[in-house]
């Protein structure tokens, strides 16, 4: 009576707990076994509960004995097995019983378990174990197991109902707040779509229309984002594009980074900013989830542009400087030279006398005059530089007739040039086409154009000094 009075006290304390919806703890659960062994007299109970994530969650309470750690693993190996059965092999009550008859397992002479059922799925079983004698259980022994077998199922299925509640109250909750973020983002902004890379879906948040002509709610994401991109785009700028759009690459191109961004000019904004920021991450830690979009960014654009010319022009003259002249230098370097490149080196004649006799504004306008009779004669649209204090280059591609023409031009400007301080301008020049230096590199090139210049520069110089011996006589 005792022992009957103790068992159904603890299974109406946690039934009570689990109809409360109160958390039932570890500790409680081997109480709970802990009784049942020692009222039972048997060596081992034990619990099993297969969580939603597909393990397996053991309670066991083995009797104290030397070999009882010992025991605990045997029993698990040989539950492992048994936890495998199918529900044939239950009851109508779905209690199972096992006796074993053969000598050489020692580990479990006898079990009766319970088992927990959805549907054909085992979910969970509770046992008791007798190791050391073959017996058949007794009705009020498998009633005890029945009993806590059916609490067992209460708190399977309300512990899962809790759980599936939590994560679902969890999830709602991060949606929630994920969506109030991509409405937010949506304000600021050209586009918006949250995409699930699994199932190729995309959510639109923001998209202008014209974009969204070219796709439907049926259209895969990865082909939304590849026409509305496409057709709102620069053809020029659609395969560095097309790559950047690439889903199937798209998780190892981010790596370690939150997101990445790529720029281009579009049809109806100029500048756009497209980019993809990483959201969500699988089980296996692989993404998921990303949210991809398109800003305006002619203003900030802009402001790189013009930093990048400041850095790269001449602040006196308005041409490209020194640093500029290297980069380039370099770059056509780094491929064959055509026969059309042309390379102009000139030089201001006679500044240092200019500075020291009307002064340094004087000479500031004289460089300023190179700058603008090379432009004029060669042209806006040809690469001009100022090299160093008095030195100037212009790099351009051209025939030898349009060259000829050019240069016919460049020395009618210098005769026609005056400024308000100087009437007049001389500057040397030299010159090398590469059609005429076959196999010469661009450093090669700018020696042959300099050492022109300087024959003409010296040029320049005796002349005047004969022009002074004539004057003095």
């Not at 050489?104 to 004698?133: A, M, P, R, W």
């Amino acid at each position: 009576m005792k022992t009957t009075e103790t068992i159904n006290n603890e299974l109406a304390i946690f039934n009570k707990a689990v109809q409360n919806k109160k958390n039932i703890s570890d500790s409680d659960i081997q109480r709970l076994l802990d009784i049942y062994r020692k009222v039972l007299c048997v060596d081992a109970v034990y619990m099993f509960h297969v969580l939603p994530t597909n393990n397996a969650l053991i309670f066991t309470n083995v009797s104290a004995s030397n070999d009882g750690i010992t025991n605990t693993t045997r029993y698990m190996k040989f539950l492992n097995e048994k936890f495998k059965s199918s529900r044939k092999k239950f009851d109508q009550e779905n209690l199972y019983s096992y006796t074993n008859t053969s000598s050489k397992n020692q580990v479990v002479k006898s079990l009766l378990q319970y088992g927990v059922f959805t549907d054909e799925f085992l979910e969970g079983c509770i046992g008791i174990i007798d190791s050391h004698k073959e017996r058949e259980w007794t009705k009020s022994e498998r009633n005890a197991v029945l009993k806590l077998g059916r609490t067992l199922h209460y708190i399977i299925i309300e512990s899962r109902q809790a759980k599936l509640v939590e994560d679902q109250e969890l999830k709602m909750k991060a949606l929630e707040n994920q969506t109030q973020i991509l409405q937010a983002m949506a304000e600021i902004y050209l586009t918006v779509h949250l995409i699930d890379l699994k199932t190729d879906k995309s959510f639109e948040f923001n998209s202008f229309s014209y974009a969204r002509q070219f796709t439907d709610k049926s259209t895969k994401a990865s082909e939304q984002i590849k026409l509305g991109i496409f057709n709102s785009t620069l053809p020029e700028d659609r395969e560095m594009l097309g790559k950047f759009i690439d889903f199937s690459t798209l998780e190892k191109r981010l790596g370690n980074k939150k997101s990445i961004y790529l720029d281009f000019c579009g049809i109806h904004f100029g500048w756009t900013r497209a980019q993809f920021i990483a959201t969500e991450f699988d089980e296996k830690q692989h993404l998921s989830k990303v949210v991809f979009t398109t800003q305006i960014i002619n203003e900030e654009k802009n402001r790189e542009l013009n930093l990048i010319k400041i850095s790269n022009t001449d602040e006196l003259t308005q041409v490209k400087n020194r640093r500029c002249y290297e980069v380039d230098i370099k770059e056509i370097s780094k491929n064959p030279i055509p026969d059309d490149l042309v390379l102009v080196s000139f030089d201001l004649n006679s500044l240092k006398i200019t500075n020291d006799e009307k002064g340094h504004a004087a000479g500031d306008e004289l460089l300023k005059g190179v700058a603008e009779c090379i432009t004029a004669a060669f042209g806006a649209d040809k690469k001009i530089y100022r090299t160093g204090g008095d030195e100037f280059a212009c790099i351009f591609y051209s025939g030898t007739k349009e060259l000829k023409k050019m240069l016919n031009a460049f020395r009618e400007v210098q005769k026609k040039w005056k400024g308000k301080i100087n009437d007049k301008i001389s500057i040397s020049f030299g010159f090398a086409r590469a059609a005429e230096n076959k196999g010469k590199t661009i450093h090669e090139l700018e020696k042959i154009a300099d050492h022109m210049m300087y024959a003409d520069k010296k040029a320049y110089y005796e002349n005047k000094k004969n022009e002074r011996r004539s004057h003095e006589r």
